[in-house]
């Protein structure tokens, strides 16, 4: 495989591993018993075998003597890539392979293809210390492949302790977002309720940023992808501000939550970034979005200044509580009639919805245009959810907008010119190379992923803390998985998930946001953070985010 001059280079770069990993052995230090987020008594009943454990850290073993580590055992692993791509997977996977060696290098590590669907199907390859060595501190999930299967079935359970029990592996590590490591809880209590001598370890992965709480500090991928997005809506910035002709309407992957859209407005000024959670707040309907985007194009052109950038988070439909209302329906509605509704003709869809929903729903449904309408009622993704990457929100957005502006044209309150660009930024940033920052955490986070194996534990999922430190000062450790859980309706029924991290409105990263838009929409203060760099200084290769400098460290 031939390989670019970065690719070269950036294999050779060591990530940088918190100290108390560095060394001899490490010990568990177990913190207090822990509870669910919320509905403790139905989690508990749900997960008797993995409710309640304590959070883990871990410390450098006292007296710790070469002949202890010649005790230890070789462990065979397993590791599944889950969901969508996020900067650092293969770095997970180098850091548990390094990890696991360290315990015993007669350790092995196997990985599951294509997802949990290759756990179910029995596709693995064994990953050499040769093949993990082409992939170090490169994006993208290719070294096994990725899937959404969703495991939850007790026949896929015991069809992949099948192949566990083959290769003789004793631990599987699943990398994967919110849905991924709910169901590795649930496989972690079934296997430990059956007795199978399996554990089971999750990893935080996911560029949309929401999955993280007061334990875990952020998700994987985050920090490269909004990096990627912000270095292109920079670009844009400084072309809109060239030729001063265009607003620029520029929709941001983040199925739900609205991280990405925030981390690239904190990091760019644009002068416009509608954040979802703070519509729902406000009850906004669709109308009232677009109003609030139209003035501040007319303001804009009072002042001469006919150009502009505007984010959109992509989950922002789902976010208006008319819309959020209708999806929660449609979600009962199919998966209660999923057979019903495949017989009905294409033509007829539509009608057929209709007459199925509530009154207040029905009307909604109706005033949605033609294309968003008949996305709501597409297949979900396995994991229940509407697939809001497909839905063009801002073509949506900027022809309202456009329609309102000739409303206020003819009322003689706007006398500018709109001409509008569209952008969708989403998969450009979920394989590039990790930032330093990702590299780091994600090594990391695979290497703690081994020492939690090897502390026996399951049910948990690998942590760093302060990440706002430089990465040798982290703290490595190990949390609950079912600490971060309560019950949601899912697919029809109430079901014990982890609880998604939206952006809260109390917090600094938004505070910050909304003490700055009304500048950032009149003045043109862009600012343009340029490609990732990753050698050099510092204080340019290995800043965090925004969002976890404000939420570590406040204003
Ligand atoms: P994960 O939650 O699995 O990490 O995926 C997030 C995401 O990148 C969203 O931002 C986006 O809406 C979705 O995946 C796209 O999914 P797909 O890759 O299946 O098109």
């Given at each position: 495989m031939k390989k670019s001059a970065l690719q070269q280079a950036r294999a050779?770069?060591?990530?940088?591993?918190?100290?108390?990993?560095?060394?001899?052995?490490?010990?568990?230090?177990?913190?207090?018993?822990?509870?669910?987020?919320?509905?403790?008594?139905?989690?508990?009943?749900?997960?008797?075998?993995?409710?309640?454990?304590?959070?883990?850290?871990?410390?450098?073993?006292?007296?710790?003597?070469?002949?202890?580590?010649?005790?230890?055992?070789?462990?065979?692993?397993?590791?599944i890539l889950s969901g969508g791509q996020a900067p650092g997977g293969h770095n997970v996977i180098s850091g548990l392979f390094d990890g696991i060696k360290k315990i015993h290098r007669d350790s092995r590590l196997y990985g599951f293809l294509m997802g949990p669907g290759g756990f179910v199907d029995h596709k693995y390859i064994?990953?050499?210390?040769?093949?993990?060595?082409?992939?170090?501190?490169?994006?993208?999930?290719?070294?096994?492949?990725?899937?959404?299967?969703?495991?939850?079935?007790?026949?896929?359970?015991?069809?992949?302790?099948?192949?566990?029990?083959?290769?003789?592996?004793?631990?599987?590590?699943?990398?994967?977002?919110?849905?991924?490591?709910?169901?590795?809880?649930?496989?972690?209590?079934?296997?430990?309720?059956?007795?199978?001598?399996?554990?089971?370890?999750?990893?935080?992965?996911?560029?949309?940023?929401?999955?993280?709480?007061?334990?875990?500090?952020?998700?994987?991928?985050?920090?490269t992808a909004t990096k990627v997005y912000s270095e292109v809506i920079g670009n844009i910035q400084r072309d809109c501000n060239s030729a001063k002709k265009y607003w620029h309407f520029i929709k941001l992957m983040g199925r739900s939550a609205s991280h990405i859209a925030l981390e690239c407005a904190l990091q760019c000024q644009p002068n416009v970034c509608i954040i979802s959670e703070e519509v729902e707040e406000k009850n906004m309907t669709l109308s009232e979005v677009v109003d609030s985007i139209a003035d501040v194009v007319a303001r804009r052109a009072a002042n001469g200044d006919n150009y502009g950038i505007v984010l959109i988070p992509e989950g922002l439909i789902e976010f208006i509580?008319?819309?959020?209302?209708?999806?929660?329906?449609?979600?009962?509605?199919?998966?209660?009639?999923?057979?019903?509704?495949?017989?009905?003709?294409?033509?007829?869809?539509?009608?057929?919805?209709?007459?199925?929903?509530?009154?207040?729903?029905?009307?909604?449904?109706?005033?949605?245009?033609?294309?968003?309408?008949?996305?709501?009622?597409?297949?979900?993704?396995?994991?229940?959810?509407?697939?809001?990457?497909?839905?063009?929100?801002?073509?949506?957005?900027?022809?309202?907008?456009?329609?309102?502006?000739?409303?206020?044209?003819?009322?003689?309150?706007?006398?500018?010119?709109?001409?509008?660009?569209?952008?969708?930024?989403?998969y450009e940033g979920r394989c590039a190379d990790p930032s330093n920052f990702d590299a780091d955490y994600c090594y990391g986070l695979g290497y703690t992923a081994a020492n939690l194996i090897n502390a026996g534990v399951t049910g948990y999922m690998a942590s760093l803390r302060n990440l706002t430190l430089p990465s040798v000062q982290w703290i490595p450790g190990g949390i609950p998985v079912t600490m971060m859980m309560n019950m949601e309706r899912r697919h029809g029924a109430m079901k014990p998930v982890i609880q998604k991290a939206l952006v809260k409105l109390d917090a600094a990263p938004f505070k910050k946001f909304a003490s700055k838009r009304e500048e950032w929409a009149m003045n043109t203060c862009y600012t343009y953070p340029g490609p990732i760099q990753y050698f050099g200084p510092a204080e340019v290769c290995d800043q965090p985010s925004q969002t976890l400098k404000l939420e570590n460290q406040g204003l």
């Amino acid at each position: 495989m031939k390989k670019s001059a970065l690719q070269q280079a950036r294999a050779t770069y060591q990530p940088k591993l918190p100290v108390v990993l560095t060394g001899g052995a490490v010990e568990a230090i177990a913190g207090q018993p822990t509870e669910s987020v919320a509905n403790q008594a139905e989690i508990k009943e749900l997960f008797p075998n993995t409710y309640g454990l304590p959070e883990l850290h871990f410390e450098k073993k006292q007296n710790s003597t070469r002949s202890a580590n010649l005790e230890a055992k070789p462990i065979n692993v397993g590791v599944i890539l889950s969901g969508g791509q996020a900067p650092g997977g293969h770095n997970v996977i180098s850091g548990l392979f390094d990890g696991i060696k360290k315990i015993h290098r007669d350790s092995r590590l196997y990985g599951f293809l294509m997802g949990p669907g290759g756990f179910v199907d029995h596709k693995y390859i064994e990953l050499t210390a040769d093949y993990i060595d082409q992939y170090r501190n490169t994006g993208g999930f290719d070294i096994i492949g990725s899937g959404r299967t969703k495991l939850e079935t007790k026949e896929q359970f015991d069809k992949g302790l099948e192949i566990l029990r083959e290769l003789n592996i004793s631990a599987l590590v699943i990398i994967g977002g919110d849905d991924s490591n709910t169901n590795a809880a649930i496989l972690a209590e079934y296997y430990k309720a059956i007795n199978a001598g399996v554990q089971v370890i999750g990893c935080p992965k996911t560029i949309d940023g929401d999955l993280k709480n007061n334990v875990i500090e952020t998700s994987f991928g985050f920090d490269t992808a909004t990096k990627v997005y912000s270095e292109v809506i920079g670009n844009i910035q400084r072309d809109c501000n060239s030729a001063k002709k265009y607003w620029h309407f520029i929709k941001l992957m983040g199925r739900s939550a609205s991280h990405i859209a925030l981390e690239c407005a904190l990091q760019c000024q644009p002068n416009v970034c509608i954040i979802s959670e703070e519509v729902e707040e406000k009850n906004m309907t669709l109308s009232e979005v677009v109003d609030s985007i139209a003035d501040v194009v007319a303001r804009r052109a009072a002042n001469g200044d006919n150009y502009g950038i505007v984010l959109i988070p992509e989950g922002l439909i789902e976010f208006i509580p008319a819309v959020k209302a209708l999806i929660a329906e449609l979600n009962d509605l199919l998966a209660a009639k999923a057979a019903d509704f495949a017989t009905v003709e294409a033509d007829k869809q539509r009608e057929w919805v209709i007459n199925q929903l509530s009154e207040a729903n029905a009307a909604t449904y109706e005033s949605l245009p033609l294309g968003v309408a008949r996305q709501l009622t597409l297949d979900r993704d396995p994991h229940g959810n509407v697939q809001v990457s497909l839905i063009e929100t801002e073509k949506l957005l900027s022809e309202m907008v456009a329609k309102r502006l000739d409303q206020m044209k003819a009322d003689g309150k706007y006398n500018g010119k709109f001409a509008a660009q569209h952008h969708f930024f989403g998969y450009e940033g979920r394989c590039a190379d990790p930032s330093n920052f990702d590299a780091d955490y994600c090594y990391g986070l695979g290497y703690t992923a081994a020492n939690l194996i090897n502390a026996g534990v399951t049910g948990y999922m690998a942590s760093l803390r302060n990440l706002t430190l430089p990465s040798v000062q982290w703290i490595p450790g190990g949390i609950p998985v079912t600490m971060m859980m309560n019950m949601e309706r899912r697919h029809g029924a109430m079901k014990p998930v982890i609880q998604k991290a939206l952006v809260k409105l109390d917090a600094a990263p938004f505070k910050k946001f909304a003490s700055k838009r009304e500048e950032w929409a009149m003045n043109t203060c862009y600012t343009y953070p340029g490609p990732i760099q990753y050698f050099g200084p510092a204080e340019v290769c290995d800043q965090p985010s925004q969002t976890l400098k404000l939420e570590n460290q406040g204003l």
